[in-house]
């Protein structure tokens, strides 16, 4: 498969993994939810830069991300992030988010990892944002289950507009239990069961981070989905219902919302 992110992968591992484990007391659970063989969808919260780091530290498989083409234009992400595995998105859309697209089914569709942040953007304030369903549409099309993860301490690490990150402090890898696509999929079509797959993820997420969740999204951009949330099943089986929008356009004060696209919306043409 011809590949436009990772081919120096192995080596930026070997390179940084000792960097990163000299610098920071790095702990994991929930291995034993990893697949051994075949894809799967990665969902992590975002609070940090270095989020995109710790979770491939971790993993025993390649992973490759989406991520947003901005970091394209700075010097210190231009040659270490394509290395890693990650594939830009041209958030303003076009044939650019559609080729990000192919590229996503074709890692999974190859039997490897994919990465990408739920909340479409490292959240600013620390809380954990309600989901976008692009995650859920990637798995109904190549049938591979989402696997949640609460990251912590990160954010620690490096917190938003910090310059450098602290070293010395320690991180938690926390993966949860995969969500099989498949119980959903005789409500493919539904996309209210897009809805409650990935409010599903986002349950996990904050019982695995410890997060505060709010009911709105992150990049202030609303998809066209009901307004109300999904009821979330859990594994096992309870139902959490979510609450209702502040306002017809997301935002919490009423007022309007600008406009900005997510790597997660990105997949979620709809």
């Given at each position: 498969?011809?590949?436009?992110?990772?081919?120096?992968?192995?080596?930026a591992?070997?390179?940084?993994?000792p960097?990163?484990?000299?610098?920071?007391?790095?702990?994991?659970?929930?291995l034993?939810?990893?697949?051994?063989?075949?894809?799967?969808?990665?969902?992590?919260?975002?609070?940090?830069?270095?989020?995109?780091?710790?979770?491939?530290l971790?993993?025993?498989?390649?992973?490759?991300?989406?991520?947003?083409?901005?970091?394209?234009?700075?010097?210190?992400?231009?040659?270490?992030?394509?290395?890693?595995?990650?594939?830009?998105?041209?958030?303003?859309?076009?044939?650019?988010?559609?080729?990000?697209?192919?590229?996503?089914?074709?890692?999974?569709?190859?039997?490897?990892?994919?990465?990408?942040?739920?909340?479409?953007?490292r959240?600013?304030?620390?809380?954990?944002?309600?989901?976008?369903?692009?995650?859920?549409?990637?798995?109904?099309?190549?049938?591979?289950?989402?696997?949640?993860?609460?990251?912590?301490?990160?954010?620690?690490?490096?917190?938003?507009?910090?310059?450098?990150?602290?070293?010395?402090?320690?991180?938690?890898?926390?993966?949860?239990?995969?969500?099989?696509?498949?119980?959903?999929?005789?409500?493919?079509?539904?996309?209210?069961?897009?809805?409650?797959?990935?409010?599903?993820?986002?349950?996990?997420?904050?019982?695995?981070?410890?997060?505060?969740?709010?009911?709105?999204?992150a990049?202030?951009?609303?998809?066209?989905?009901?307004?109300?949330?999904?009821?979330?099943?859990?594994?096992?089986?309870?139902?959490?219902?979510?609450?209702?929008?502040?306002?017809?356009?997301?935002?919490?004060?009423?007022?309007?919302?600008?406009?900005?696209?997510s790597?997660?919306?990105?997949?979620n043409?709809?």
């Amino acid at each position: 498969m011809g590949r436009e992110a990772g081919r120096l992968y192995h080596v930026a591992r070997a390179v940084m993994t000792p960097v990163f484990k000299f610098n920071w007391r790095v702990y994991v659970s929930g291995l034993e939810h990893v697949p051994t063989e075949g894809p799967a969808i990665f969902c992590p919260n975002h609070t940090s830069v270095l989020d995109s780091f710790f979770l491939p530290l971790v993993l025993p498989r390649r992973i490759t991300y989406v991520g947003k083409a901005e970091y394209m234009d700075d010097w210190k992400t231009k040659y270490v992030f394509p290395a890693i595995g990650m594939i830009p998105i041209d958030r303003s859309g076009g044939s650019a988010s559609e080729r990000a697209l192919a590229a996503a089914a074709r890692v999974l569709e190859a039997g490897e990892f994919f990465g990408i942040y739920p909340e479409g953007t490292r959240s600013r304030d620390g809380v954990l944002h309600k989901g976008h369903t692009g995650p859920a549409r990637l798995a109904f099309r190549t049938g591979a289950p989402l696997l949640p993860v609460g990251l912590v301490g990160t954010r620690d690490v490096q917190p938003p507009d910090a310059r450098f990150p602290k070293p010395f402090l320690p991180v938690w890898v926390n993966i949860g239990a995969p969500i099989d696509p498949a119980r959903y999929r005789d409500r493919e079509n539904d996309r209210l069961a897009l809805r409650q797959m990935i409010d599903e993820v986002m349950f996990e997420i904050r019982n695995l981070s410890g997060q505060d969740y709010v009911d709105h999204y992150a990049t202030k951009k609303d998809e066209a989905m009901p307004t109300r949330t999904a009821g979330v099943i859990t594994s096992e089986g309870l139902s959490v219902n979510g609450h209702e929008h502040a306002n017809g356009n997301g935002s919490a004060d009423g007022t309007a919302a600008p406009e900005r696209r997510s790597s997660a919306s990105v997949l979620n043409p709809g």
